[in-house]
């Protein structure tokens, strides 16, 4: 049997705090004023995208004890930053980054239930989890999670959600001015979950909102992440973009759903991307390079090593080898509130990787930097970067991307406007909106409210 | 001189239908859009007509209940409600001149996430954004969260709330100064984005919580938002000497106005501006005096009792509201929170009725004549408290 056409999802990804966005740009506006975030919102609507999507950081990063300074900082609040952009766009969905360690699912669950309905069925949530005292140094709980605990109050962090949401059918609001009824159900929005982590049980305050639930995506990438979300999650934001790696991911992911009594498009797997368009290959290709270049700076590329070597390298030539010193095992603390650093698993072993490569090649250390830290995802001409899109996903490397430009906030512009009509006329994305709502654009059903619909 | 001191400020206070419990049953009521982001748009930009200074949004973090610190299981009330935050984020693209001042409880909160909430409310409202911050003494909510019991003796327990608000005000301000206004410098011949020099840390150790900073959003348009608060007793009074640009207070006549604000500016730390003092009143307008009065008594009728509030209940015409709020402003009142009695109606009254009326008598202003919510309330922007430290 022929194997169905895939219709492409995409996505945007607002620039983040990294040194994938690049400040230095001269077309590089504010990231912080809201006119920033109307215009990437309304290209991405207008591009037909699924959603864009927010990070976020809740503690700034320090490297060497000094808050670090190179790249963009300053984000606003992900959940009063998405209920305005509801304002401005009818379709777009609104996915928001929100951690599970610092907040309590009461308040979480009513701020998303109340950005479903003030978006009309739009929000997303992407559920991700920290564990640090160095960010709990700016909450109440304070503190430190250990890493075995961490997916443990994750996941109950979602159901204790999930019970919130489910405690409103989603018919109770009779609202009837002649009868006088208002609730058709006394006990509306009574919910009761105990666990490990949480003991809480009364009223929630917030009706069913149009979705029943925010759609949730899940970020991790270890066999405890991806195990989460091939249980909880609608849409795994990945980091595989390459066809390889895409295709293994996606097997190995789609592969667990079964075991959870759930079907392979109940779970989407949407990786990050970045793009560089040129009008000919051979200019984007050029135009990538001097990206690269301005994404790592001399200044930059010692911040990277020294993430690995774990020491202050800030004598070091960026121009010239690599260090000959080794890096210090142990705990990281040359950076704090960086979840790359966590993925140095075993520095000296990485560290020999590198020296050899340049040595190879022939690489001064920022050279070299620029090699390790990745190239763009999508390199070429719109027809080339459509053609590549389309061949990974009807390859099974993924369902389609959360494109991450590296310009604020124009960085989308020549995507939607270039890339996204050469899908359209393949067939393989959509020409317009058909459903309002985010499930209907992800093609996800609506949630049943099991716990209320038993009571 | 942009604001004549005779003139005094209005606001209007926005919850579900209305504050009279039976307000949903009224045949202009939308009990079945409040949820809806549009009706929100509309009352808040017919306030927006009005001229009014500011909308408030109630909020809590149980149902609505009849006795706020008892549950029930009435089905005859408005029950459910949305982040009040959110809504007026929600609200301000599409409004451009009139302040929202959401209410946010402190009590269960993180004062890190609503620093920066209000400082994004600042930032998509164009400098618009306030914070009205409320305690919550109610075994309910924090049964909800379930991090704190609430012990047998109110007195203390209320005297420790109110502490904890205080130094919750103390943390959202400090955050919102963590960032120096020109701390972005986008230096691109030393690749540095920020002075991080100009950004703070705010260091703030207190009975209930820690909080290390700089805020993740740089400093928002206004500076400083506004924060407010209700007071009923003296240790409300206090926090909104200690810690509140403008008070909400319940006074039932001139004297009383004035005995309020005395209390509040006896409080107020010697170099401070004193507090702007607004006077809640619950407000049942009509065209005729025998027609509000036939309006509360046709409600009250329904409610199975007379209504009562906190606040003084006026019930009359534009007309006659306004020779009370002329009364209690040349007490001291800088300005009044009007709670209308149902919705849309009393706010009709308000923005067709009473504003032209203040107008007529040069009370209030013919205009909007300030960018932001501090400019409306005669606010200067503030020096950053970091600045040359």
């Given at each position: 049997m022929r194997k169905p056409v895939k219709q492409i999802h995409l996505a945007a990804h607002?620039?983040?705090?990294?040194?994938?966005?690049?400040?230095?740009?001269?077309a590089s506006g504010s990231h912080i004023d809201f006119s920033s975030f109307v215009h990437f919102a309304e290209t991405a609507e207008r591009g037909k995208f699924d959603f864009m999507f927010l990070a976020e950081g809740l503690r700034l990063r320090e490297q060497g004890g000094e808050i670090y300074d190179l790249d963009v900082v300053g984000r606003p609040d992900t959940f009063t930053i998405l209920a305005a952009l509801a304002a401005v766009t009818d379709r777009l969905g609104l996915t928001g980054t929100i951690n599970s360690t610092f907040n309590e699912p009461y308040e979480v669950a009513r701020q998303f239930a109340s950005l479903d309905h003030l978006s009309e069925g739009r929000a997303a949530w992407n559920v991700v989890t920290s564990w640090d005292a160095f960010t709990g140094e700016n909450f109440r709980r304070g503190g430190f999670l250990a890493e075995n605990e961490r997916y443990e109050r994750a996941e109950h962090f979602l159901e204790a959600t999930h019970t919130l949401f489910d405690s409103w059918r989603g018919d109770e609001i009779v609202a009837d001015k002649d009868s006088g009824v208002f609730l058709s159900d006394p006990a509306a929005g009574a919910f009761s979950y105990r666990g490990a982590h949480f003991d809480i049980s009364g009223r929630f305050n917030v009706p069913r909102s149009p979705q029943g639930r925010p759609v949730i995506f899940q970020a991790g990438d270890s066999d405890h992440g991806r195990e989460f979300a091939a249980a909880a999650a609608d849409a795994i934001f990945s980091?595989?973009?390459?066809?390889a790696d895409g295709q293994a991911f996606y097997a190995d992911v789609k592969g667990r759903l079964a075991a959870h009594g759930r079907r392979p498009d109940q779970l989407l797997i949407l990786p990050a991307a970045t793009f560089v368009l040129g009008d000919t290959d051979a200019e984007a290709a050029d135009i990538a390079h001097d990206v690269r270049l301005a994404q790592v700076s001399p200044a930059t590329a010692i911040k990277f090593l020294e993430q690995l070597w774990n020491r202050d390298l800030s004598d070091h030539d960026a121009d010239g080898p690599l260090p000959s010193v080794d890096p210090i095992v142990g705990e990281n603390t040359i950076s704090r509130g960086r979840a790359s650093v966590r993925m140095h698993r075993d520095p000296i072993a990485t560290a020999n990787e590198w020296r050899a490569k340049a040595e190879a090649e022939n690489l001064t250390t920022r050279e070299l930097i620029v090699e390790v830290t990745g190239r763009q995802t999508f390199v070429g001409s719109p027809s080339t970067v459509a053609e590549t899109i389309n061949h990974l996903v009807q390859a099974d490397a993924s369902d389609g991307f959360i494109l991450v430009p590296h310009v604020t906030p124009g960085g989308l512009d020549s995507f939607v406007d270039q890339v996204v009509p050469l899908l359209q006329e393949r067939g393989v994305f959509r020409a317009d909106y058909e459903g309002t709502t985010l499930r209907d654009h992800l093609g996800l059903a609506q949630p049943v409210p099991a716990v209320a619909a038993a009571r | 001189m942009a604001t004549a001191p005779e003139r005094l400020h209005l606001a209007v206070a926005l919850d579900g239908t209305g504050w009279h419990p039976a307000s949903w049953r009224e045949p202009d009521a939308r009990p079945a859009d409040l949820l809806t982001p549009r009706y929100w748009t509309d009352l808040v930009s017919e306030a927006e007509r009005g001229l009014l200074d500011f909308v408030t949004i109630e909020d809590g973090l149980t149902l609505q209940f009849d006795n706020p610190l008892r549950a029930d299981e009435r089905t005859d009330r408005v029950r459910g409600r949305l982040d009040a935050v959110l809504i007026a984020s929600r609200v301000a693209p599409r409004t451009s001149h009139i302040g929202l001042i959401p209410t946010a409880i402190t009590t269960h909160t993180e004062p890190f996430h609503l620093s920066k909430a209000i400082a994004t409310l600042d930032y998509v409202s164009s400098g618009r954004a306030g914070v009205r911050v409320q305690v919550s003494g109610s075994r309910d909510a924090a049964a909800h969260f379930g991090r704190r019991t609430v012990p047998d003796e109110p007195k203390e327990f209320a005297d420790e709330l109110f502490t904890e608000a205080a130094d919750y005000v103390e943390v959202i301000r400090r955050l919102w100064d963590s960032w120096e206004d020109d701390a972005e410098i986008r230096d691109v011949s030393t690749g540095?984005?920020?002075?991080?020099?100009?950004l703070h840390y705010i260091d703030f150790e207190g009975s209930k919580f820690s909080v290390k900073g700089p805020s993740i959003t740089p400093r928002p348009p206004q500076g400083q938002p506004i924060v407010a608060a209700l007071g009923h007793g003296e240790a409300a009074y206090r926090l909104i000497a200690s810690s509140a640009d403008v008070g909400f207070v319940t006074p039932h006549g001139a004297a009383e106005t004035t005995a309020i604000v005395d209390v509040i500016s006896a409080h107020r730390a010697g170099d401070a501006a004193p507090a702007k003092v607004f006077a809640d009143l619950v407000v049942f307008l009509d065209d005729t005096v025998a027609g509000a009065t036939a309006r509360r008594e046709r409600l009250d009728a329904i409610l199975g009792r007379e209504y009562i509030s906190d606040a003084e209940v006026f019930v009359g015409t534009p007309q006659g509201l306004a020779d009370v709020l002329q009364e209690w402003h040349a007490a001291g009142a800088a300005g009044f929170r009007l709670r209308p009695a149902t919705l849309p109606h009393d706010l009709l009254q308000i923005t067709d009725g009473l504003v032209p009326e203040l107008q007529r008598r040069g009370a209030f202003h013919d205009a909007y004549h300030a960018a932001t919510l501090r400019g409306a309330l005669d606010l200067p922007r503030p020096a950053n408290r970091y600045s040359n430290v």
């Open positions: 607002f620039p983040g705090v990294n040194n994938t966005t690049v400040w230095s740009d001269p980091r595989h973009g390459t066809l | 540095r984005f920020i002075d991080r020099t100009k």
